[in-house]
């Protein structure tokens, strides 16, 4: 078990641009969770998925965010159009429902848009 | 909506010395409540987490105790050394504090 992996760790886009960000959860964790965390403040929850299903999403999550995990397993995040506000840390986590949905997070993918 | 609160934002304390991290929220709710550490420019490391039913939880030198009356959990850790200068995050129900920066004095 290798833990929760993120590629790439940095991006760094210009605005206007599309980005996307891929998560890998620990192998068998049903959940996965996209958070953004900016400086000083705690991670800001986005979206969360059980198996492929989308089962929340915040209001945070605009028209230009889109997240999806199409088998199950590995989930990619994208931002079209980015803009210089969406610079921020982007966090995956992935539990299981088995146990009792302890959250283990990846070490992030750092956004600058300039 | 929960709302989830730790008090201070920033703590140092000298070496070997014992101390209290404070969290607070808004809705009683909770499935879990779940302490993390930060390392700047780093992912979160899970330290402990505390299921509805439970009182308190322990690892070493660190134990979290959870009060869903008061709304209130506590991270206490024992001992503390320059190791564990990081900021401490707690979270339930998907929404986290803002954290509090631990510094340790050697």
């Known amino acids: 078990d290798t833990g929760v992996s993120q590629d790439p760790r940095h991006k760094i886009t210009k605005r206007g641009q599309n980005v996307t960000f891929r998560c890998d959860p620990i192998?068998?964790?049903?959940?996965l969770y996209w958070y953004r965390q900016t400086l000083g403040q705690g991670p800001e929850f986005l979206t969360y998925?059980?198996?492929?299903?989308?089962?929340?999403k915040s209001r945070l999550l605009s028209d230009r965010f889109s997240a999806e995990r199409p088998k199950g397993s590995f989930s990619t995040l994208e931002i079209q159009r980015t803009e210089q506000g969406d610079s921020a840390m982007y966090l995956c986590a992935s539990s299981s429902l088995a146990g009792v949905n302890e959250q283990f997070f990846g070490p992030g993918t750092r956004l600058t848009v300039l | 909506k929960q709302e989830v609160t730790q008090i201070p934002a920033a703590l140092s304390v000298p070496e070997g010395e014992n101390l209290v991290l404070n969290c607070s929220f808004t809705d009683s709710a909770i499935y879990n409540l779940q302490w993390f550490r930060q390392d700047p420019g780093k992912g979160l490391t899970s330290l402990l987490l505390?299921?509805?039913?439970?009182r308190e939880q322990t690892s070493g030198r660190l134990n979290a105790s959870l009060d869903k009356s008061s709304g209130r959990s506590t991270l206490y850790i024992a001992a503390s050394q320059p190791g564990d200068s990081a900021t401490y995050l707690c979270a339930g129900k998907l929404t986290f504090g803002t954290g509090t920066r631990l510094t340790i004095i050697p």
């Open positions: 998925f059980q198996n492929e299903a989308q089962l929340e």
């Open positions: 505390i299921q509805s039913s439970q």
């Open positions: 192998s068998e964790h049903n959940r």
